[in-house]
């Protein structure tokens, strides 16, 4: 959640994403340095625990050294999946949060040197702390295909989210020919983040915009590319007349279609964005405009 959303606010959306039929909630220690989970916490108390399913993650840490991740302000984020990290980190957002076990635990982005620790350590911390009541089950983000059959060596792998949206990731080979026939074989669950690809895909970003912060270097968000994407947002519009509903509502729409494996993660802001997000739930979109978009989207790679 961002950092000048007011608290209050926050905790709405999340009640309003509950009362929408939603309930999984997801969030990280990496985000905002505990304070997103602080604020799940808060919303949790408002809400029948057994309603709920909490995701969070492990393996981005500040408070103990790891292979370098990223600098937020003046302060560092590092990557540490190691098991005593873990076992650290899985107490901190049980306090957090304020429960006494979390559904869905995920390993945050996966180790790499120098601090590198092998996937069987980190399965088999996992695995403990499942046996001990303390998760629930057991996820991988930011996973190629590769990393999933190593998890699967060593243990059971129920989740995994990777990035997926309606412009570079609409398109995504890897996603489509390798990780959902996977994951289809191995019965597991495949959730999408950045859906809406930080904005760019909601219909509110106009031709004279200039990105900046996290969005200046991102590809999508480029002049040339950002205006590609402008001008296939506009050939939507009939899509949206027809089926009655947003830009972004159509975008989350298209990627149900993709698979029944597939579940979205979708930021909120404000309670209406909520109902916006929840709306892509009742479009039956066509194979034929499904195809359409699809068509659509190859466009931006010539």
Same mark, same amino acid.
């Given at each position: 959640?961002?950092?000048?959303?007011?608290?209050?606010?926050?905790?709405?959306?999340? $009640?309003?994403?509950?009362?929408?039929?939603?309930?999984?909630?997801?969030?990280?220690?990496?985000?905002?340095?505990?304070?997103?989970?602080?604020?799940?916490?808060?919303?949790?108390?408002?809400?029948?625990?057994?309603?709920?399913?909490?995701?969070?993650?492990?393996?981005?840490?500040?408070?103990?050294?790891?292979?370098?991740?990223?600098?937020?302000?003046?302060?560092?984020?590092?990557?540490?999946?190691?098991?005593?990290?873990?076992?650290?980190?899985?107490?901190?957002?049980?306090? @957090?949060?304020?429960?006494?076990?979390i559904d869905i635990y995920m390993t945050h982005w996966q180790s790499v040197p120098p601090f590198f620790t092998p996937i069987a350590e980190t399965v088999a911390v996992l695995?403990?702390?499942?046996?001990?009541?303390?998760?629930?089950?057991?996820?991988?983000?930011?996973?190629?295909?590769?990393?999933?059959?190593?998890?699967?060596?060593?243990?059971?792998?129920?989740?995994?989210?990777?990035?997926?949206?309606?412009?570079?990731?609409?398109?995504?080979?890897?996603?489509?020919?390798?990780?959902?026939?996977?994951?289809?074989?191995?019965?597991?669950?495949?959730?999408?983040?950045?859906?809406?690809?930080?904005?760019?895909?909601?219909?509110?970003?106009? @031709?004279?915009?200039?990105?900046?912060?996290? @969005?200046?270097?991102?590809?999508?968000?480029?002049?040339?590319?950002? $205006?590609?994407?402008?001008?296939?947002?506009?050939?939507?519009?009939? $899509?949206?007349?027809?089926?009655?509903?947003?830009?972004?509502?159509?975008?989350?729409?298209w990627i149900l279609k993709q698979s029944d494996l597939i579940s979205i993660l979708s930021g909120a802001t404000a309670p209406e964005q909520v109902r916006e997000n929840v709306?892509?739930?009742?479009?039956? $979109?066509?194979?034929?405009?499904?195809?359409?978009?699809?068509?659509?989207?190859?466009?931006?790679?010539?």
């Amino acid at each position: 959640m961002a950092i000048s959303i007011d608290l209050q606010i926050c905790i709405d959306t999340i $009640l309003e994403a509950h009362r929408c039929g939603i309930n999984l909630i997801d969030t990280a220690p990496g985000y905002n340095f505990g304070n997103s989970e602080v604020i799940v916490g808060q919303a949790l108390k408002k809400l029948p625990r057994e309603q709920v399913v909490v995701e969070t993650k492990c393996g981005i840490v500040w408070e103990r050294k790891g292979s370098l991740f990223n600098k937020v302000g003046d302060r560092q984020l590092y990557k540490n999946l190691s098991p005593e990290s873990i076992r650290e980190e899985v107490e901190a957002s049980l306090q @957090r949060l304020g429960i006494d076990y979390i559904d869905i635990y995920m390993t945050h982005w996966q180790s790499v040197p120098p601090f590198f620790t092998p996937i069987a350590e980190t399965v088999a911390v996992l695995n403990a702390l499942k046996a001990e009541g303390k998760i629930r089950a057991i996820g991988a983000a930011n996973v190629d295909a590769d990393h999933i059959r190593e998890y699967l060596q060593h243990g059971e792998l129920d989740i995994i989210q990777a990035k997926y949206s309606t412009d570079r990731h609409f398109l995504d080979r890897a996603m489509e020919n390798e990780l959902l026939p996977l994951c289809r074989d191995n019965g597991i669950v495949v959730q999408v983040y950045s859906p809406l690809e930080q904005g760019l895909l909601t219909g509110t970003i106009t @031709r004279d915009y200039v990105p900046g912060g996290a @969005r200046a270097n991102k590809v999508w968000f480029q002049r040339e590319n950002m $205006l590609k994407v402008i001008d296939m947002l506009e050939q939507w519009q009939p $899509l949206c007349a027809r089926y009655q509903c947003t830009i972004p509502t159509l975008a989350l729409a298209w990627i149900l279609k993709q698979s029944d494996l597939i579940s979205i993660l979708s930021g909120a802001t404000a309670p209406e964005q909520v109902r916006e997000n929840v709306a892509a739930l009742n479009i039956n $979109l066509s194979d034929a405009d499904a195809t359409l978009m699809r068509e659509m989207a190859e466009a931006l790679e010539r």
